[in-house]
């Protein structure tokens, strides 16, 4: 029997665990149109992410970097970055995180639209 992943909500949308294992956690990620995640940085874990559907800006320790469907960035551990969508639609994208760590309380927030507490 195949267990269904769970979404988690948040204010920018939502996300479903496809993989979660010692070396990697996998995410499908969904920010609704004008929405953004916070810009934030982890200690334990880098990141890859593709994107599937929709318009994206990212932000990475300072440069703006702008992705479409098929395009993909790398998030070096330690480095600030959030993701903002700038279409009409939904973006969708797959998180591919590696590192010794996955746990959500390795999010350091920097900024954040949405009022959460910065630095957790």
């Known amino acids: 029997m195949m267990e269904m992943a769970l979404i988690d909500h948040r204010p920018w949308g939502h996300y479903e665990v496809l993989s979660d294992a010692l070396d990697h956690k996998v995410k499908r990620i969904v920010v609704l149109p004008g ?3 916070s810009l934030q940085r982890h200690r334990h874990r880098s990141e890859h ?3 599937v559907k929709g318009r994206a800006v990212v932000t ?3 440069r703006r970097i702008e992705l479409e469907e098929g395009g993909s960035v790398d998030i ?3 480095a600030a ?3 903002a969508n700038v279409g009409s639609e939904d973006l969708v994208f797959i ?3 590696r590192g010794d760590y996955f746990g959500e309380d390795d999010i350091e927030r920097l900024e954040d639209d949405y ?3 910065p630095g957790r």
């Open 60 to 62: 990475l320790d300072g």
């Open 76 to 78: 070096p551990r330690g």
């Open 115 to 117: 009022g959460r507490v």
């Open 95 to 97: 998180e591919v995180q």
């Open 81 to 83: 970055h959030r993701i």
């Open 49 to 51: 992410w593709y994107i």
């Open 35 to 37: 929405q953004r995640l």
